[in-house]
C-alpha cells in the first residue's frame, strides 16, 4: 500500500526522500512525489509511473529545502496521473495519506460550497483543502491539522506539511501504521522501519489513534483523546533492515533462495538444533482449547489451509477457518475456550488487524504470527510468534509463506503433544521430519532449471488449471494465486474431487492442468482424476515423486520433487508453486517484483 516518509533534516532532504521512497517500492505503487518547504515556500514534483520518472523530473526541475513529505501511491479514488498524485496541496499546507477517507464526498460538498477548487479525484485533496481552508480562518498550522483529523472518517496514516515552518511535520495515524524515527537534530516519519533505517535505528511507533507534533527537538505524541501520551522508543537491527537482491535478478528469486536457511533458522528458535521439544511462549497452550479459528488473508490464508489439516489430524483439535475480509461480517459465534490465530506477514493487513480486534475479549486467547514483531496485529495480539523470515520485498510472498507454513505446523505439533493426541513417539518422529525440511526445500530449489523450461510454453497460455487433493488442494491454490499475480495468466484451482463438478466442461487441447500429487495416501485418486484431464486432451503437468511417476503410467509433462513424509509436503510442494509462477512471468516480461494492481502490504479495507 502508499508509502510515507517525512523529514526534518541538516541537509537539502528531496534526494534523501527519493532514497526512503525506494525502500518502500515493496508496498506497490503507480505514482510518487515529495513536497518541501523552502524558504518558507512550499514546492513539490510529482510524477506517474516507476519512482525512476520522478528522480528524472528531480534531475531536471530541482526541489530545494530541509524539510519535507514524500508518498508512493497506490490508486484507491482517481487513477494514476499528475493531478491525482500526492502531496496534494490546498494553500499553505501539502498532505500525503495512506488509506482511505469514507466521508470525503460530504466534506468536498462543504468546501465547495464555501468556495474550495478541487484539481483531483482524490479522497486525500479534501484533507488538504479542509487543513488550508482552517488556516484561511485564522488557526495555527497544528490547530488546523487537530481539527482536520478529528472531522475525518475512516482509516489513514497522514503527514501534514506547511508552508512558513520549515521545523514542523504534523504526522498521524488511525488503521494505518506510521513511526518517527529519532535523529540527532533531526527527525523522521516513515510508513515502517526499513524506510527509515538508513536514517537512524530509534524507532517510535504510533499507536491507533495516536498524532503528533514533530520538530527537529522532538516528537509531542497525543492519544486518540488528545492527551499528551509517551510511546516508547525501539531500538531496530539494522541488518535485519537490509534491503538488496544479492546477486540476484529479482528479489523474488532472492526470497525463494532463502527459504533453506530461513526455514533452519526459524524452526531453531522454537527448538534449539539439539532441543527435543517445542519452546513457545508462558501462557500459549491448547490443552483447554476446544476450537480454533484461524484468520488471514490471501497467501497467509493458504497457509492456514493447510495447518487445518494439521490441526485437525495431529491434535484432534477442530478448525474453523476465515478470510479476514469476510470474517467479522458474519456474526462469528465465538467462546471463551477458543483460541484465535491470526496470520499476516507484514502485520498490517487491514481486514486481519480488524478482525483480531473483533475477537479480543470474547475468546481464551489471541495469537498472531507475523513477520513484523512490532507491527499493530502482534502489538495487539496476547501473544506474538515470529516466522523470522527478514524483509520480504517482492509483492508475491515466497520464504514468508514457507516460514508461516512452519510456526503452525510448530504449534500443532504442539497442540498435539498438549492435548494427548500425540504419543511423545509420534511427536519426536514429526519434530524430526520438520528438521529436515530445509534439505528437501533446497533439492526442490535444484529443480529450477528444469522448470524454466516448462514454462516456455506455458507462458503462452491464457488459463490454467491447477489440482490437488488434502493439503495440496492449498498448495494448488497458492499456486494458481502467484501465476495470476506476477504473469497476469488467469488461473484457478480445485480440490481434484471437485472437477467433475463443474471444471471438467473447461478441459480441452488448449487449457493446461498443473497437478500437485506427491505419492500419499490420496494419490491413487487424484491420479484417476488427472486421467479424466487426459482422456479431455488437457494438457497435463504432473508434480510428484519417483513412486509417483511409476504408479502414474504415462504422463506427457512431469517434474519430479523428493520423495517425502506427508506431514512436510506442502514445504516442498511449494517450491514448484513459486517458480513455475517466477519463470512463467520471466518469459512474459511482466514485473517480477511489483506486479501491476498489487500492494504488498494491504493497510485498507
Same mark, same amino acid.
Given at each position: 500500500?502508499?508509502?510515507?516518509?517525512?523529514?526534518?533534516?541538516?541537509?537539502?532532504?528531496?534526494?534523501?526522500?527519493?532514497?526512503?521512497?525506494?525502500?518502500?517500492?515493496?508496498?506497490?505503487?503507480?505514482?510518487?512525489?515529495?513536497?518541501?518547504?523552502?524558504?518558507?515556500?512550499?514546492?513539490?514534483?510529482?510524477?506517474?509511473?516507476?519512482?525512476?520518472?520522478?528522480?528524472?523530473?528531480?534531475?531536471?526541475?530541482?526541489?530545494?529545502?530541509?524539510?519535507?513529505? *514524500?508518498?508512493?501511491?497506490?490508486?484507491?479514488?482517481?487513477?494514476?496521473? +499528475? #493531478?491525482?498524485?500526492?502531496? =496534494?496541496?490546498?494553500?499553505?499546507?501539502?498532505?500525503?495519506?495512506?488509506?482511505?477517507?469514507?466521508?470525503?464526498?460530504?466534506?468536498?460538498?462543504?468546501?465547495?460550497?464555501?468556495?474550495?477548487?478541487?484539481?483531483?479525484?482524490?479522497?486525500?485533496?479534501?484533507? !488538504?483543502?479542509?487543513?488550508?481552508?482552517?488556516? @484561511?480562518?485564522?488557526?495555527?498550522?497544528?490547530?488546523?491539522?487537530?481539527?482536520?483529523?478529528?472531522?475525518?472518517?475512516?482509516?489513514?496514516?497522514?503527514?501534514?506539511?506547511?508552508?512558513?515552518?520549515?521545523?514542523?511535520?504534523?504526522?498521524?495515524?488511525?488503521?494505518?501504521?506510521?513511526?518517527?524515527? =529519532?535523529?540527532?537534530?533531526?527527525?523522521?516519519?516513515?510508513?515502517?522501519?526499513?524506510?527509515?533505517?538508513?536514517?537512524?535505528?530509534?524507532?517510535?511507533?504510533?499507536?491507533?489513534?495516536?498524532?503528533?507534533?514533530?520538530?527537529?527537538?522532538?516528537?509531542?505524541?497525543?492519544?486518540?483523546?488528545?492527551?499528551?501520551?509517551?510511546?516508547?522508543?525501539?531500538?531496530?537491527?539494522?541488518?535485519?533492515?537490509?534491503?538488496?537482491?544479492?546477486?540476484?535478478?529479482?528479489?523474488? !528469486?532472492?526470497?525463494?533462495?532463502?527459504?533453506?536457511?530461513?526455514?533452519? !533458522?526459524?524452526?531453531?528458535?522454537?527448538? *534449539?538444533?539439539?532441543?527435543?521439544?517445542?519452546?513457545?511462549?508462558?501462557?500459549?497452550?491448547?490443552?483447554?482449547?476446544?476450537?480454533?479459528?484461524?484468520?488471514?488473508?490471501?497467501? #497467509?490464508?493458504?497457509?492456514?489451509?493447510?495447518?487445518?489439516?494439521?490441526?485437525?489430524?495431529?491434535?484432534?483439535?477442530?478448525?474453523?477457518?476465515?478470510?479476514?475480509? @469476510?470474517?467479522?461480517?458474519?456474526?462469528? +459465534?465465538?467462546?471463551?475456550?477458543?483460541?484465535?490465530?491470526?496470520?499476516?506477514?507484514?502485520?498490517?493487513?487491514?481486514?486481519?488487524?480488524?478482525?483480531?480486534? =473483533?475477537?479480543?475479549?470474547?475468546?481464551?486467547?489471541?495469537?498472531?504470527?507475523?513477520?513484523?514483531?512490532?507491527?499493530?496485529?502482534?502489538?495487539?495480539?496476547?501473544?506474538?510468534?515470529?516466522?523470522?523470515?527478514?524483509?520480504?520485498?517482492?509483492?508475491?510472498?515466497?520464504?514468508?509463506?514457507?516460514?508461516?507454513?512452519?510456526?503452525?505446523?510448530?504449534?500443532?505439533?504442539?497442540?498435539?503433544?498438549?492435548?494427548?493426541?500425540?504419543?511423545?513417539?509420534?511427536?519426536?518422529?514429526?519434530? &524430526?521430519?520438520?528438521?529436515?525440511?530445509?534439505?528437501? +526445500?533446497?533439492?526442490?530449489?535444484?529443480?529450477?532449471?528444469?522448470?524454466?523450461?516448462?514454462?516456455?510454453?506455458?507462458?503462452?497460455?491464457?488459463?490454467?488449471?491447477?489440482?490437488?487433493?488434502?493439503?495440496?488442494?492449498?498448495?494448488?491454490?497458492?499456486?494458481?494465486?502467484?501465476?495470476?499475480?506476477?504473469?497476469?495468466?488467469?488461473?484457478?484451482?480445485? !480440490?481434484?474431487?471437485?472437477?467433475?463438478? *463443474?471444471?471438467?466442461?473447461?478441459?480441452?487441447?488448449?487449457?493446461?492442468?498443473?497437478?500437485?500429487?506427491?505419492?500419499?495416501?490420496?494419490?491413487?485418486?487424484?491420479?484417476?482424476?488427472?486421467?479424466?484431464?487426459?482422456?479431455?486432451?488437457?494438457?497435463?503437468?504432473?508434480?510428484?515423486?519417483?513412486?509417483?511417476?511409476?504408479? &502414474?503410467? @504415462?504422463?506427457?509433462?512431469?517434474?519430479?520433487?523428493?520423495?517425502?513424509?506427508?506431514?512436510?509436503?506442502?514445504?516442498?510442494?511449494?517450491?514448484?508453486?513459486?517458480?513455475?509462477?517466477?519463470?512463467?512471468?520471466? =518469459?512474459?516480461?511482466?514485473?517480477?517484483?511489483?506486479?501491476?494492481?498489487?500492494?504488498?502490504?494491504?493497510?485498507?479495507?
Amino acid at each position: 500500500m502508499c508509502g510515507i516518509v517525512g523529514i526534518l533534516g541538516k541537509h537539502e532532504v528531496a534526494p534523501i526522500i527519493l532514497d526512503a521512497l525506494k525502500r518502500l517500492e515493496y508496498r506497490g505503487y503507480d505514482s510518487a512525489g515529495i513536497a518541501t518547504v523552502n524558504n518558507g515556500a512550499l514546492d513539490r514534483r510529482r510524477a506517474v509511473g516507476k519512482l525512476i520518472n520522478l528522480s528524472d523530473l528531480l534531475v531536471h526541475d530541482p526541489l530545494r529545502g530541509k524539510s519535507g513529505i *514524500g508518498h508512493t501511491r497506490w490508486a484507491t479514488h482517481g487513477g494514476p496521473s +499528475v #493531478a491525482n498524485a500526492h502531496p =496534494h496541496q490546498a494553500g499553505r499546507v501539502a498532505v500525503v495519506h495512506n488509506g482511505i477517507i469514507e466521508n470525503f464526498r460530504e466534506l468536498r460538498e462543504e468546501l465547495s460550497a464555501e468556495g474550495a477548487s478541487f484539481s483531483s479525484q482524490t479522497d486525500t485533496e479534501t484533507i !488538504a483543502q479542509l487543513a488550508g481552508s482552517l488556516l @484561511e480562518k485564522g488557526r495555527s498550522p497544528v490547530e488546523a491539522a487537530r481539527e482536520t483529523l478529528a472531522r475525518l472518517k475512516g482509516a489513514f496514516a497522514l503527514a501534514f506539511l506547511f508552508s512558513g515552518e520549515d521545523d514542523l511535520i504534523v504526522c498521524a495515524r488511525r488503521g494505518s501504521p506510521l513511526a518517527i524515527g =529519532h535523529g540527532e537534530g533531526e527527525m523522521f516519519v516513515g510508513s515502517d522501519a526499513l524506510a527509515l533505517a538508513p536514517m537512524t535505528d530509534r524507532v517510535t511507533y504510533l499507536e491507533e489513534g495516536d498524532w503528533a507534533i514533530i520538530t527537529r527537538s522532538g516528537a509531542q505524541i497525543f492519544d486518540a483523546e488528545g492527551h499528551q501520551t509517551h510511546r516508547p522508543m525501539n531500538r531496530i537491527n539494522v541488518e535485519e533492515t537490509r534491503v538488496d537482491k544479492s546477486g540476484h535478478r529479482h528479489f523474488m !528469486a532472492k526470497e525463494m533462495a532463502e527459504q533453506p536457511a530461513i526455514l533452519q !533458522a526459524a524452526l531453531g528458535f522454537y527448538s *534449539g538444533l539439539d532441543h527435543d521439544g517445542i519452546d513457545l511462549p508462558d501462557g500459549l497452550g491448547f490443552a483447554a482449547t476446544d476450537r480454533l479459528i484461524m484468520v488471514a488473508c490471501g497467501t #497467509a490464508y493458504y497457509a492456514c489451509q493447510v495447518a487445518k489439516y494439521w490441526f485437525e489430524r495431529y491434535a484432534g483439535l477442530p478448525v474453523e477457518l476465515d478470510i479476514a475480509s @469476510e470474517f467479522r461480517y458474519r456474526n462469528p +459465534v465465538l467462546g471463551d475456550s477458543n483460541t484465535a490465530i491470526f496470520v499476516s506477514q507484514s502485520g498490517e493487513t487491514a481486514d486481519t488487524l480488524a478482525a483480531l480486534r =473483533h475477537v479480543k475479549g470474547q475468546v481464551a486467547q489471541v495469537v498472531s504470527v507475523v513477520n513484523v514483531m512490532t507491527s499493530s496485529i502482534a502489538r495487539e495480539s496476547d501473544i506474538a510468534l515470529p516466522i523470522h523470515a527478514g524483509p520480504e520485498i517482492g509483492v508475491a510472498s515466497t520464504k514468508a509463506f514457507t516460514a508461516q507454513l512452519q510456526v503452525l505446523a510448530v504449534l500443532a505439533l504442539r497442540a498435539g503433544l498438549d492435548r494427548g493426541h500425540l504419543s511423545e513417539a509420534e511427536f519426536a518422529t514429526l519434530l &524430526a521430519q520438520l528438521r529436515s525440511v530445509p534439505g528437501y +526445500v533446497a533439492q526442490a530449489l535444484d529443480r529450477e532449471e528444469e522448470i524454466r523450461l516448462l514454462t516456455e510454453s506455458l507462458s503462452q497460455a491464457r488459463d490454467v488449471l491447477f489440482l490437488g487433493r488434502g493439503v495440496m488442494y492449498p498448495l494448488a491454490q497458492e499456486g494458481a494465486l502467484k501465476l495470476k499475480e506476477i504473469s497476469y495468466i488467469h488461473a484457478e484451482a480445485y !480440490a481434484a474431487g471437485e472437477l467433475k463438478h *463443474g471444471p471438467i466442461a473447461l478441459i480441452d487441447k488448449d487449457l493446461p492442468v498443473i497437478i500437485f500429487a506427491p505419492h500419499d495416501a490420496l494419490f491413487e485418486k487424484t491420479v484417476s482424476n488427472m486421467q479424466e484431464v487426459m482422456a479431455r486432451q488437457g494438457q497435463v503437468l504432473l508434480i510428484s515423486d519417483a513412486q509417483g511417476f511409476a504408479d &502414474a503410467g @504415462e504422463v506427457p509433462t512431469r517434474l519430479q520433487m523428493p520423495a517425502v513424509p506427508e506431514f512436510i509436503a506442502p514445504f516442498i510442494y511449494a517450491v514448484p508453486a513459486q517458480m513455475i509462477a517466477y519463470h512463467t512471468a520471466l =518469459h512474459r516480461g511482466t514485473d517480477v517484483d511489483q506486479p501491476r494492481n498489487l500492494a504488498k502490504s494491504v493497510t485498507v479495507e
